[in-house]
């Protein structure tokens, strides 16, 4: 009985004291570095050294956030990436969430496989991750137009034309993969400037993006053959 007590008190201690160092770790960053959003602080596999997810990215330091340590952690015996599967973790979204009313939806074959992406009609990677998508079946898609115009001046302008489309992905995949104007002769209400301010709240800085039905976002175009895998990979 008072080795169970030993055991547990001793347990409540280390519990505490790693805590307590999160907490010193926590005050350190926001009184050293007051200009920079801290999202997360998290204990790593390595005694005394703490992740810390901020400006998008993880880095890892000690309690005294003096020295920072930017780049992949990996455990060489598993031959696994820890900070690749813990940046998906911190990056994965609860797509429930999302407000599909603002989105185009275009299902191929049963549909049984979701996507949800942020698209810009302009940008070319875009373009290319449309094509792939064409050779994609049993699938729906949810559009979410999000137009860059930092980068593509013409993109919101486009955007606006394919949402007041009568065939919305009709005139999507038109202009994207046969650069055929859409031929929207009405303008109408769309959802764009809540499209764009979504995606920054979901800290999607570049298109394309998507996710996947259990939140993992996938930054970039894909070839058919990668998207097959990462939608079998989805539980």
Known sequence: MKIWL??????????????????????????????IQVKSVQNSPIKDVYEVYMGGRI?????????????????????????EERMQTLKSIDVKSLPLKQAIKHVKGKGERVIYVFSDPDCPYCQNLEKELKNIDNLTVYLFLYPITRLHPNAESISQQIWCSKNQYQAWEDYLIDKKQPSANKSCTTPIEKNIALAKSLEVD???????????????AREAGEIELLLKAVK
């Not at 307590?20 to 926001?30: F, M, R, S, V, Y």
């Not at 570049?206 to 970039?220: A, E, N, V, Y």
């Open 6 to 35: 030993s055991l547990l008190t001793l347990g409540l201690f280390t519990f505490s004291s790693a805590h307590a160092d999160i907490q010193t770790l926590q005050q350190n960053l926001k009184t050293k570095y007051p200009e």
């Open 59 to 83: 880095v890892y330091t000690n309690e005294e956030a003096k020295y920072f340590f930017v780049g992949n952690l990996i455990d060489l015996k598993e031959q696994k990436n820890l900070t």
């Open 206 to 220: 570049g298109t394309p993006t998507f996710f996947l039905q259990d939140g993992t976002r996938i930054s970039g």
